[in-house]
Structure formats: structure tokens, C-alpha cells
């Protein structure tokens, strides 16, 4: 039997992990890689390759990079780049796909997407799962149109969610768990086998990209909001509040919910300043407790941060942190 031909597109390591996984199946041809450019990374803006870039010259296959799919001449060079591929395979590829390019295979253009459709269609649906507080979140392999992830479905898998899990843990296992069921699915598919599903698009939510601003935290959410935006965010925007002027950012933090501190009863509810009275703590306010830990009042709960940096520090643990600025207890951040 002849090997199924694959063009695969993708770009973070997301879509790298599904790379390798079909280039090591003896089932499958992949007969080309299309990534985005390579981009400047970090404070010194190195220009490097996108993760789905490094994996392919690893693995001896051809790499077409785009900055975008609707030029004429791109489309072009994209259609004789693929030519031979039986079919398209997107993973977190970063852009939507011109109607041009959809047609272009014979077996269609199928698109691994890392949560239970309909819920989570868009950008970041592992992150929302996390801030969301779910228990469970999945991944689902579905033919692609011209909609935001509205495609009929092929095939699902569940992903639990960990209590302590952050978004690059998450993202890993949501990344296995779609190559595995992506080598499930394709000979089925090419086979004729599998009947596609509609999605119920009343059912249907949606994430978008992930700005730096979303990081900021606003001392009016819960302790347990603001922890899970420490594990969604992580590493980037990562979550941040302001302390003397400059960036305090908060990488690892623990919530106490209807617990005391230091003799102030457990916070129920968003106090405004006017509202509140000795012993109630504003929001945003840092308690010391016991000398070596701080806690800071939330719209509910406390937040116990447990990791702390400051611009052009390193990322210390809140003892040592403490160590060279107590004067960070009693006052109010953000």
C-alpha cells in the first residue's frame, strides 16, 4: 500500500511535536514543511526559527517559510512546493487558511486543535482551559473551512487537567495526545471510513491571542482567578502588578480562601477603600506573615505569591525577596 502523502504547516512546538510524531510513522510521507518566518526573540531580539522550523531540518525535510498565505505568487510557489500531497495537516500553524489552499489537496486540509470543539475554538484555547478552572480539557481532529475552527470533527481525545498544571505542561500533553490520535485518524480518514460530525455552534466559545496586558493583575478578581492566571500565563505575559513605580511580576502563587491573617478575618468580598474599616485590608494590600511569607488581599481570598521578580533581578522565592524588601509589607500594589 502507498504511503500517505502529508504537507505539513505549523510553527510553535505545539506543531512540532506533531511533526515528529508523523515523520517516525512508516505509514505516512511527509513530503514538505510550511512554517512561519523566523522571528526576533527576547531583549536582544535574536532572530530565530520557530520550533516546527528547527524540527524539520532535523528530520531532512524541505521548509517553505510564509508571512502570508494570499499573495498570488505565494500561493504559487505553495502549490508546486505540495505537489504529490495527498493532504494538508495544520497544528497551531498561526494563520487562517485562504479558501485557494483549502482546495488544494485531494483528501482536504485537516487541523489537529488543542480542546473539545466546539468549546475553546481560536488562539488559546489551552490557556482558557486553565484560567477557566477546568478539570478536563482534550483535543480534536477536524477537516478545516473557511470559519475560526468551525469544521466538522473526525475524532476527539480528553486531556485531564492537573490541579498544579501550567500552560507549557498542558500544552505538551495536549500536543501527545493529538499526535496519538492523529495517527488513529488519518489512515481511517483516507480510507473513507469516518463520517465528519457537525459542530453544534450554539455550544460554541472562543479565545483570541494572548496580549501582554492580560498579565495585569486587577486586585479585584478572586486569589484563586489570579493563581490560575500564574499557571495560564506562564511564560508569557506572565502575571505582573506594579510596586514603586516598576513591574513586580508574580510567576508562582498559592490562594487561601476563608483563611485569617494575622488576626484580619477571611476576605468574602471586594471592599471598596471607602468601605473599608480597621482590620479589613484594601485590596491589593501586602500582610507579612510570620516574618518570611507575604499575602496580599484579593476580591476574595488572600494570594500567596511564592515566586517574585523584579526588572533586572532574578527570579527569587518570596523568603529571599523578603531578605531586601520588607518594605513591601503594608503597602498596596497596582
Given at each position: 500500500m502507498d504511503k500517505l502523502k502529508i504537507l505539513f504547516m505549523g510553527t510553535p512546538e505545539?506543531?512540532?511535536?506533531?511533526?515528529?510524531?508523523?515523520?517516525?510513522?512508516?505509514?505516512?510521507?511527509?513530503?514538505?514543511?510550511?512554517?512561519?518566518?523566523?522571528?526576533?526573540?527576547?531583549?536582544?531580539?535574536?532572530?530565530t526559527p520557530p520550533a516546527v522550523k528547527v524540527t524539520a531540518q532535523e528530520l531532512g525535510l524541505p521548509v517553505m517559510q510564509v508571512e502570508k498565505l494570499?499573495?498570488?505568487?505565494?500561493?504559487?510557489?505553495?502549490?508546486?512546493f505540495s505537489r504529490g500531497a495527498d493532504i494538508f495537516v495544520i497544528a497551531a500553524f498561526g494563520m487562517i487558511l485562504p479558501?485557494?489552499?483549502?482546495?488544494?489537496?485531494?483528501?482536504?486540509?485537516?487541523?489537529?486543535?488543542?480542546?473539545?470543539?466546539p468549546e475553546y475554538r481560536g488562539a488559546s484555547p489551552v490557556a482558557q482551559a486553565i484560567l477557566d478552572g477546568k478539570t478536563e480539557t482534550g483535543v480534536t481532529i477536524m477537516l478545516m473551512e473557511k470559519g475560526l475552527d468551525t469544521g466538522?470533527?473526525?475524532?476527539?481525545?480528553?486531556?485531564?487537567?492537573?490541579?498544579?498544571?501550567?500552560?507549557?505542561?498542558?500544552?505538551?500533553?495536549?500536543?501527545?495526545?493529538?499526535?496519538?490520535?492523529?495517527?488513529?485518524?488519518?489512515?481511517?480518514?483516507?480510507?473513507?471510513?469516518?463520517i465528519p460530525e457537525k459542530q453544534d455552534d450554539s455550544k460554541a466559545t472562543f479565545t483570541g491571542i494572548i496580549k501582554k496586558e492580560f498579565g495585569l493583575v486587577d486586585w479585584q478578581q478572586s486569589a484563586d482567578c489570579i493563581e490560575r492566571m500564574t499557571r495560564a500565563y506562564d511564560p508569557w505575559p506572565g502575571v505582573f502588578t506594579i510596586w514603586q513605580g516598576q513591574t513586580l511580576k508574580i510567576l508562582k502563587a498559592k490562594a487561601l480562601i476563608n483563611e485569617r491573617v494575622q488576626g484580619i478575618g477571611p476576605r468574602e468580598d471586594s471592599e471598596?477603600?471607602?468601605?473599608?474599616?480597621?482590620?479589613?485590608?484594601?485590596?491589593?494590600?501586602?500582610?507579612?506573615?510570620?516574618?518570611?511569607?507575604?499575602?496580599?488581599?484579593?476580591?476574595?481570598?488572600?494570594?500567596?505569591?511564592?515566586?517574585?521578580?523584579?526588572?533586572?533581578?532574578?527570579?527569587?522565592?518570596?523568603?529571599?525577596?523578603?531578605?531586601?524588601?520588607?518594605?513591601?509589607?503594608?503597602?498596596?500594589?497596582?
Open positions: 505545539f506543531g512540532a511535536t506533531i511533526l515528529r510524531a508523523l515523520a517516525n510513522a512508516p505509514e505516512f510521507e511527509v513530503v514538505g514543511v510550511v512554517t512561519q518566518p523566523d522571528r526576533p526573540v527576547g531583549r536582544k531580539n535574536v532572530l494570499r499573495d498570488p505568487a505565494v500561493l504559487e510557489q505553495l502549490r508546486e479558501g485557494a489552499v483549502l482546495e488544494m489537496p485531494r483528501l482536504q486540509c485537516i487541523n489537529v486543535h488543542g480542546s473539545l470543539l466538522p470533527m473526525l475524532s476527539k481525545a480528553v486531556v485531564p487537567i492537573a490541579p498544579a498544571e501550567t500552560q507549557p505542561t498542558l500544552m505538551a500533553k495536549v500536543a501527545e495526545a493529538g499526535a496519538k490520535l492523529l495517527l488513529e485518524t488519518l489512515p481511517r480518514w483516507a480510507a473513507g471510513e469516518l471598596s477603600d471607602s468601605q473599608a474599616m480597621a482590620g479589613t485590608a484594601l485590596l491589593g494590600q501586602v500582610i507579612g506573615e510570620k516574618g518570611d511569607t507575604l499575602v496580599i488581599a484579593t476580591g476574595q481570598g488572600w494570594l500567596a505569591p511564592l515566586e517574585l521578580q523584579l526588572p533586572g533581578k532574578k527570579l527569587v522565592s518570596v523568603e529571599d525577596f523578603l531578605r531586601g524588601q520588607r518594605a513591601i509589607i503594608r503597602a498596596r500594589l497596582g
